[in-house]
Protein backbone atom coordinates (compact mmCIF):
# COMPACT_ATOMS: atom_id res chain seq x y z
CA UNK A 1 0.00 0.00 0.00
CA UNK A 2 2.78 2.65 0.76
CA UNK A 3 5.42 2.34 -1.93
CA UNK A 4 9.00 4.26 -1.34
CA UNK A 5 11.96 4.80 0.67
CA UNK A 6 11.37 5.83 4.47
CA UNK A 7 12.33 9.83 4.06
CA UNK A 8 11.59 12.28 6.68
CA UNK A 9 8.15 12.78 6.88
CA UNK A 10 7.11 9.53 5.35
CA UNK A 11 5.15 8.27 8.79
CA UNK A 12 2.49 11.27 8.98
CA UNK A 13 2.47 10.90 4.76
CA UNK A 14 1.59 7.18 5.23
CA UNK A 15 -1.03 7.38 8.41
CA UNK A 16 -3.01 10.37 5.79
CA UNK A 17 -2.71 8.26 2.81
CA UNK A 18 -4.21 5.24 4.58
CA UNK A 19 -6.70 7.25 6.54
CA UNK A 20 -8.38 8.34 3.29
CA UNK A 21 -7.70 4.99 1.66
CA UNK A 22 -9.05 3.24 4.12
CA UNK A 23 -11.18 5.14 6.34
CA UNK A 24 -12.56 7.99 4.03
CA UNK A 25 -10.37 10.49 6.24
CA UNK A 26 -9.20 10.78 9.82
CA UNK A 27 -12.41 11.56 11.60
CA UNK A 28 -13.30 8.16 10.60
CA UNK A 29 -10.60 6.25 11.26
CA UNK A 30 -10.33 7.65 14.72
CA UNK A 31 -14.22 7.29 15.32
CA UNK A 32 -13.40 3.33 13.96
CA UNK A 33 -10.63 3.19 16.05
CA UNK A 34 -12.56 4.80 19.63
CA UNK A 35 -9.63 7.65 19.83
CA UNK A 36 -10.23 10.76 21.05
CA UNK A 37 -8.23 14.26 20.75
CA UNK A 38 -7.81 15.41 24.05
CA UNK A 39 -8.62 18.49 22.70
CA UNK A 40 -5.21 18.16 20.26
CA UNK A 41 -5.59 18.88 16.60
CA UNK A 42 -6.34 15.20 15.10
CA UNK A 43 -3.33 15.78 12.92
CA UNK A 44 -1.18 16.42 15.13
CA UNK A 45 -2.34 13.71 17.70
CA UNK A 46 -2.78 11.02 15.05
CA UNK A 47 0.68 9.49 14.83
CA UNK A 48 0.80 9.47 18.35
CA UNK A 49 -2.62 7.36 18.64
CA UNK A 50 -1.29 4.86 15.75
CA UNK A 51 1.90 3.87 18.09
CA UNK A 52 -0.06 3.85 21.41
CA UNK A 53 -2.13 1.06 19.15
CA UNK A 54 -0.28 -0.74 16.85
CA UNK A 55 3.53 -0.03 18.62
CA UNK A 56 5.02 1.90 15.03
CA UNK A 57 3.62 3.23 12.34
CA UNK A 58 5.35 0.68 10.13
CA UNK A 59 3.26 -1.66 12.31
CA UNK A 60 0.13 0.19 11.57
CA UNK A 61 1.14 0.05 7.61
CA UNK A 62 1.49 -3.48 7.71
CA UNK A 63 -1.78 -4.12 9.83
CA UNK A 64 -3.67 -2.83 6.71
CA UNK A 65 -1.67 -4.58 3.96
CA UNK A 66 -5.27 -6.83 3.16
CA UNK A 67 -7.17 -3.61 3.72
CA UNK A 68 -9.21 -2.33 6.56
CA UNK A 69 -11.92 -4.98 6.53
CA UNK A 70 -9.10 -7.55 7.63
CA UNK A 71 -7.19 -5.83 9.83
CA UNK A 72 -7.40 -7.55 13.55
CA UNK A 73 -6.93 -4.47 15.38
CA UNK A 74 -10.34 -3.43 14.08
CA UNK A 75 -11.93 -6.55 13.86
CA UNK A 76 -10.96 -9.90 16.02
CA UNK A 77 -12.72 -11.86 13.70
CA UNK A 78 -10.53 -10.84 10.72
CA UNK A 79 -7.79 -12.70 12.09
CA UNK A 80 -9.51 -16.06 11.62
CA UNK A 81 -10.37 -15.01 7.88
CA UNK A 82 -6.90 -14.91 6.08
CA UNK A 83 -5.12 -18.20 5.03
CA UNK A 84 -3.10 -18.65 6.86
CA UNK A 85 -4.71 -16.78 10.17
CA UNK A 86 -3.47 -14.45 12.18
CA UNK A 87 -3.66 -16.77 14.96
CA UNK A 88 -1.20 -18.38 16.70
CA UNK A 89 -0.22 -21.22 18.80
CA UNK A 90 1.76 -20.55 22.00
CA UNK A 91 2.44 -22.01 24.86
CA UNK A 92 2.32 -20.82 28.72
CA UNK A 93 2.98 -22.57 32.20
CA UNK A 94 -0.41 -21.08 33.26
CA UNK A 95 -2.58 -18.87 31.63
CA UNK A 96 -3.65 -15.87 34.47
CA UNK A 97 -4.01 -13.06 31.99
CA UNK A 98 -5.79 -10.93 34.78
CA UNK A 99 -2.00 -10.23 36.19
CA UNK A 100 0.24 -11.33 33.09
CA UNK A 101 -1.03 -8.65 30.44
CA UNK A 102 1.67 -9.58 28.39
CA UNK A 103 3.40 -12.29 25.55
CA UNK A 104 7.12 -12.72 26.91
CA UNK A 105 10.05 -13.99 25.42
CA UNK A 106 13.21 -15.04 26.94
CA UNK A 107 15.52 -13.94 23.84
CA UNK A 108 15.00 -10.64 22.16
CA UNK A 109 15.35 -12.29 18.48
CA UNK A 110 12.58 -14.34 19.87
CA UNK A 111 10.33 -11.64 20.06
CA UNK A 112 11.50 -9.99 16.76
CA UNK A 113 10.61 -13.11 14.68
CA UNK A 114 7.19 -13.25 16.12
CA UNK A 115 6.65 -9.49 15.13
CA UNK A 116 8.18 -10.34 12.04
CA UNK A 117 5.61 -13.09 11.22
CA UNK A 118 2.14 -11.50 12.48
CA UNK A 119 0.58 -8.54 12.62
CA UNK A 120 -0.86 -6.02 15.12
CA UNK A 121 -3.96 -7.31 16.61
CA UNK A 122 -2.62 -10.97 15.80
CA UNK A 123 -4.43 -13.99 18.37
CA UNK A 124 -2.30 -16.11 20.18
CA UNK A 125 -3.98 -19.49 21.63
CA UNK A 126 -2.24 -20.40 24.87
CA UNK A 127 -1.55 -23.82 25.90
CA UNK A 128 -0.59 -25.51 28.96
CA UNK A 129 2.73 -27.10 29.19
CA UNK A 130 3.84 -30.61 29.57
CA UNK A 131 4.80 -28.97 32.93
CA UNK A 132 2.08 -26.53 33.80
CA UNK A 133 2.30 -26.34 37.80
CA UNK A 134 -1.63 -27.29 37.73
CA UNK A 135 -1.58 -30.61 36.23
CA UNK A 136 -4.88 -30.26 34.73
CA UNK A 137 -3.87 -27.49 32.35
CA UNK A 138 -1.16 -29.79 31.08
CA UNK A 139 -1.24 -29.88 27.15
CA UNK A 140 -4.98 -28.28 27.29
CA UNK A 141 -6.13 -25.37 25.09
CA UNK A 142 -6.31 -22.82 27.88
CA UNK A 143 -7.34 -19.78 26.14
CA UNK A 144 -6.55 -16.85 23.88
CA UNK A 145 -4.95 -13.16 23.68
CA UNK A 146 -5.02 -10.61 21.89
CA UNK A 147 -1.45 -8.80 21.10
CA UNK A 148 0.17 -5.46 19.75
CA UNK A 149 3.38 -5.19 18.45
CA UNK A 150 3.62 -2.58 21.46
CA UNK A 151 7.40 -3.57 23.11
CA UNK A 152 7.89 -3.59 26.28
CA UNK A 153 10.02 -5.54 29.84
CA UNK A 154 8.18 -8.13 31.60
CA UNK A 155 8.09 -5.31 34.52
CA UNK A 156 5.96 -2.84 32.25
CA UNK A 157 2.81 -5.59 32.41
CA UNK A 158 3.07 -7.11 35.16
CA UNK A 159 0.77 -6.70 37.65
CA UNK A 160 2.81 -5.80 41.14
CA UNK A 161 1.34 -8.29 43.70
CA UNK A 162 3.33 -11.03 40.82
CA UNK A 163 6.78 -8.62 41.18
CA UNK A 164 8.14 -10.31 44.03
CA UNK A 165 7.59 -13.95 43.01
CA UNK A 166 9.37 -13.58 39.83
CA UNK A 167 12.58 -11.29 41.29
CA UNK A 168 13.25 -14.08 43.67
CA UNK A 169 12.79 -17.11 41.71
CA UNK A 170 16.37 -17.19 40.08
CA UNK A 171 14.65 -19.65 37.59
CA UNK A 172 12.37 -16.67 36.69
CA UNK A 173 13.44 -13.38 36.84
CA UNK A 174 15.38 -13.53 33.59
CA UNK A 175 12.90 -15.56 31.83
CA UNK A 176 10.29 -13.88 29.61
CA UNK A 177 11.91 -10.99 29.69
CA UNK A 178 11.16 -8.82 26.23
CA UNK A 179 7.80 -8.57 26.19
CA UNK A 180 4.71 -7.32 23.63
CA UNK A 181 1.85 -5.80 25.42
CA UNK A 182 -1.16 -7.51 24.96
CA UNK A 183 -4.95 -5.99 24.76
CA UNK A 184 -7.86 -8.77 25.14
CA UNK A 185 -8.22 -11.79 26.87
CA UNK A 186 -10.99 -15.12 26.38
CA UNK A 187 -10.43 -17.93 28.65
CA UNK A 188 -12.00 -21.64 27.91
CA UNK A 189 -14.16 -22.93 30.79
CA UNK A 190 -12.02 -25.68 33.10
CA UNK A 191 -14.48 -28.09 32.54
CA UNK A 192 -14.19 -27.73 28.46
CA UNK A 193 -10.66 -27.17 27.64
CA UNK A 194 -9.30 -29.53 24.79
CA UNK A 195 -6.11 -31.22 24.48
CA UNK A 196 -4.00 -29.35 21.84
CA UNK A 197 -3.37 -32.74 19.82
CA UNK A 198 -6.82 -32.57 18.98
CA UNK A 199 -7.85 -29.06 17.80
CA UNK A 200 -4.40 -28.24 16.88
CA UNK A 201 -3.11 -31.46 14.57
CA UNK A 202 -1.49 -30.35 11.85
CA UNK A 203 0.60 -27.77 14.24
CA UNK A 204 1.24 -29.81 17.13
CA UNK A 205 2.51 -33.03 14.71
CA UNK A 206 2.28 -35.09 17.34
CA UNK A 207 4.46 -33.58 19.54
CA UNK A 208 7.24 -32.97 17.21
CA UNK A 209 6.94 -29.22 17.26
CA UNK A 210 6.59 -28.97 21.27
CA UNK A 211 10.16 -26.16 20.98
CA UNK A 212 8.99 -23.98 18.32
CA UNK A 213 5.51 -23.58 20.32
CA UNK A 214 7.32 -22.96 23.73
CA UNK A 215 9.72 -20.81 21.70
CA UNK A 216 8.25 -18.54 19.74
CA UNK A 217 4.39 -19.77 18.48
CA UNK A 218 3.27 -21.08 15.44
CA UNK A 219 0.94 -19.79 13.37
CA UNK A 220 -2.33 -22.48 12.82
CA UNK A 221 -4.02 -23.79 9.96
CA UNK A 222 -7.38 -22.44 8.27
CA UNK A 223 -8.79 -25.41 9.43
CA UNK A 224 -7.04 -25.61 12.85
CA UNK A 225 -8.64 -22.28 13.36
CA UNK A 226 -11.94 -23.06 12.55
CA UNK A 227 -12.39 -25.88 15.03
CA UNK A 228 -11.54 -23.50 17.57
CA UNK A 229 -14.18 -21.27 16.82
CA UNK A 230 -16.44 -24.01 17.78
CA UNK A 231 -15.02 -23.98 21.18
CA UNK A 232 -16.57 -22.27 24.31
CA UNK A 233 -14.71 -18.83 25.44
CA UNK A 234 -15.43 -16.02 27.69
CA UNK A 235 -14.00 -12.82 27.90
CA UNK A 236 -11.71 -11.99 30.87
CA UNK A 237 -9.89 -8.95 31.91
CA UNK A 238 -6.09 -8.43 31.25
CA UNK A 239 -3.40 -6.63 33.12
CA UNK A 240 -3.50 -3.09 31.77
CA UNK A 241 -6.56 -3.72 30.05
CA UNK A 242 -9.89 -2.15 30.25
CA UNK A 243 -12.44 -3.77 32.62
CA UNK A 244 -15.12 -7.01 31.61
CA UNK A 245 -18.01 -7.15 33.40
CA UNK A 246 -19.89 -10.30 32.89
CA UNK A 247 -18.13 -13.61 32.11
CA UNK A 248 -20.86 -15.50 30.16
CA UNK A 249 -19.24 -18.09 28.11
CA UNK A 250 -20.03 -18.88 24.49
CA UNK A 251 -19.16 -20.33 21.21
CA UNK A 252 -15.90 -18.72 19.90
CA UNK A 253 -17.33 -17.29 16.37
CA UNK A 254 -20.78 -15.73 18.84
CA UNK A 255 -18.74 -14.30 21.29
CA UNK A 256 -15.84 -12.82 18.76
CA UNK A 257 -18.67 -11.52 16.81
CA UNK A 258 -18.34 -7.04 17.03
CA UNK A 259 -21.92 -5.30 17.30
CA UNK A 260 -19.91 -2.38 16.63
CA UNK A 261 -16.75 -1.23 14.21
CA UNK A 262 -13.36 -0.95 16.61
CA UNK A 263 -10.84 -2.51 19.24
CA UNK A 264 -13.26 -1.83 21.90
CA UNK A 265 -16.30 -3.30 20.30
CA UNK A 266 -18.81 -5.14 22.29
CA UNK A 267 -20.69 -8.70 21.58
CA UNK A 268 -23.93 -10.27 23.54
CA UNK A 269 -21.58 -12.39 25.42
CA UNK A 270 -19.64 -9.69 27.73
CA UNK A 271 -20.07 -6.17 28.33
CA UNK A 272 -16.47 -4.36 27.87
CA UNK A 273 -16.39 -0.72 28.33
CA UNK A 274 -15.47 0.89 25.07
CA UNK A 275 -12.34 3.52 24.88
CA UNK A 276 -13.59 7.12 26.35
CA UNK A 277 -13.53 9.44 29.59
CA UNK A 278 -12.74 7.76 33.06
CA UNK A 279 -13.56 8.04 36.57
CA UNK A 280 -11.18 6.16 39.23
CA UNK A 281 -12.61 4.89 42.03
CA UNK A 282 -11.79 2.22 45.38
CA UNK A 283 -14.95 0.56 46.46
CA UNK A 284 -14.56 -0.78 50.03
CA UNK A 285 -16.72 -3.93 51.45
CA UNK A 286 -18.73 -3.12 54.31
CA UNK A 287 -19.09 -6.12 56.83
CA UNK A 288 -17.06 -8.49 59.17
CA UNK A 289 -13.68 -8.55 57.32
CA UNK A 290 -12.32 -11.23 59.60
CA UNK A 291 -15.35 -13.47 59.21
CA UNK A 292 -15.27 -12.63 55.33
CA UNK A 293 -11.81 -13.26 54.94
CA UNK A 294 -11.41 -16.39 57.33
CA UNK A 295 -8.53 -14.58 59.53
CA UNK A 296 -8.15 -11.13 61.43
CA UNK A 297 -8.23 -8.41 59.57
CA UNK A 298 -6.33 -6.66 61.96
CA UNK A 299 -8.78 -3.20 61.45
CA UNK A 300 -7.63 -3.47 57.90
CA UNK A 301 -10.79 -2.63 55.31
CA UNK A 302 -11.04 -5.15 51.76
CA UNK A 303 -11.19 -2.61 48.97
CA UNK A 304 -10.99 -2.91 45.45
CA UNK A 305 -9.66 -0.63 42.68
CA UNK A 306 -10.40 0.52 39.06
CA UNK A 307 -11.72 3.11 36.98
CA UNK A 308 -14.63 3.39 34.77
CA UNK A 309 -16.81 5.39 32.75
CA UNK A 310 -19.49 5.00 36.11
CA UNK A 311 -18.21 4.36 39.83
CA UNK A 312 -21.91 3.34 40.63
CA UNK A 313 -22.21 0.88 37.95
CA UNK A 314 -19.04 -0.76 38.60
CA UNK A 315 -20.46 -0.70 42.53
CA UNK A 316 -23.66 -1.95 41.71
CA UNK A 317 -22.16 -4.75 39.04
CA UNK A 318 -20.26 -6.36 42.26
CA UNK A 319 -23.10 -5.99 44.46
CA UNK A 320 -24.56 -8.28 42.43
CA UNK A 321 -22.63 -10.76 42.59
CA UNK A 322 -22.67 -11.38 46.00
CA UNK A 323 -26.35 -13.14 47.37
CA UNK A 324 -28.15 -11.21 50.01
CA UNK A 325 -25.84 -11.03 52.75
CA UNK A 326 -24.55 -8.87 55.14
CA UNK A 327 -21.46 -7.88 52.82
CA UNK A 328 -21.83 -5.03 50.17
CA UNK A 329 -19.76 -2.45 48.17
CA UNK A 330 -19.51 1.10 49.23
CA UNK A 331 -17.57 3.51 46.76
CA UNK A 332 -14.94 4.91 49.15
CA UNK A 333 -13.57 7.43 47.03
CA UNK A 334 -14.40 8.44 43.40
CA UNK A 335 -13.12 11.16 40.99
CA UNK A 336 -17.00 11.68 40.00
CA UNK A 337 -17.82 12.05 43.81
CA UNK A 338 -15.01 14.90 43.90
CA UNK A 339 -16.80 16.49 41.03
CA UNK A 340 -13.41 16.06 39.15
CA UNK A 341 -13.73 15.39 35.47
CA UNK A 342 -13.14 12.09 34.18
CA UNK A 343 -9.95 11.63 32.93
CA UNK A 344 -9.52 12.08 29.17
CA UNK A 345 -8.64 8.31 28.59
CA UNK A 346 -8.30 5.13 29.42
CA UNK A 347 -4.54 5.30 29.05
CA UNK A 348 -4.82 7.99 31.76
CA UNK A 349 -6.98 6.02 33.85
CA UNK A 350 -5.04 2.83 33.96
CA UNK A 351 -1.73 4.65 34.82
CA UNK A 352 -4.04 5.80 37.99
CA UNK A 353 -4.76 2.13 38.72
CA UNK A 354 -1.51 1.00 38.34
CA UNK A 355 -0.25 3.52 40.90
CA UNK A 356 -2.76 2.22 43.10
CA UNK A 357 -1.96 -1.30 42.98
CA UNK A 358 1.97 -0.66 43.31
CA UNK A 359 1.56 0.92 46.40
CA UNK A 360 -1.04 -1.04 47.93
CA UNK A 361 0.87 -4.18 47.29
CA UNK A 362 4.02 -2.72 49.46
CA UNK A 363 1.75 -1.39 52.08
CA UNK A 364 -1.32 -3.71 51.82
CA UNK A 365 -1.98 -7.19 51.10
CA UNK A 366 -2.93 -8.19 47.79
CA UNK A 367 -6.13 -10.24 47.77
CA UNK A 368 -5.71 -10.93 43.77
CA UNK A 369 -6.50 -8.76 40.91
CA UNK A 370 -7.68 -5.43 41.35
CA UNK A 371 -8.49 -6.59 45.55
CA UNK A 372 -6.81 -5.48 48.64
CA UNK A 373 -6.40 -5.50 52.77
CA UNK A 374 -5.02 -2.12 54.15
CA UNK A 375 -5.19 0.74 56.22
CA UNK A 376 -7.15 3.54 56.00
CA UNK A 377 -3.64 5.98 55.89
CA UNK A 378 -2.20 3.70 52.93
CA UNK A 379 -5.85 3.69 51.09
CA UNK A 380 -5.18 7.58 51.48
CA UNK A 381 -2.17 7.14 50.00
CA UNK A 382 -3.07 5.34 46.89
CA UNK A 383 -5.91 7.46 46.10
CA UNK A 384 -3.42 10.32 45.76
CA UNK A 385 -1.08 8.48 44.11
CA UNK A 386 -3.53 6.92 41.38
CA UNK A 387 -4.73 11.13 41.09
CA UNK A 388 -1.38 12.54 40.51
CA UNK A 389 -0.34 9.61 38.01
CA UNK A 390 -2.89 9.82 36.04
CA UNK A 391 -3.12 13.74 36.25
CA UNK A 392 0.54 13.61 34.85
CA UNK A 393 0.53 10.56 32.08
CA UNK A 394 1.35 11.89 28.55
CA UNK A 395 0.96 10.21 25.18
Known amino acids: MIQGSRQPGWDKRAINQIASDEYGGLDAMFEAHGWTTNG ?111 HGTKWDYLAPDRHDEERNDPGRVNGWIHGLKAIRAWKIPPEERPFVRDIFPETHNGGKNGTAIGAYGMQITLQEAQRFLKLPIFETEIYGGLPVEALVPGPAETVLKPSRPGPV ?118 WQAAVKAAENWKP
Not at 66 to 95: C, I, W, Y
Request: aromatic share 10%.
Open 265 to 382: SQSGYMVREAEGPKHLYILRLHGDEDSFLGYEAQGRSIIKVGFSVSPQTRRDAHNKALPVCAFGWHIESSTYAEKRDPFPSSNHAIAGENAMKDLLCHEGKSLGGEFFLADQPSIKRA
Open 40 to 150: RVISQIAPTKVVQTYGSVVSFVEAHADGRALNPMLDVEAAFKTDPPQVFLKSFHGFTPENWGFLGFTEAFARDKFVRESKPGALLIVAGTSKAPDSSERLRVLGMQQQTHI
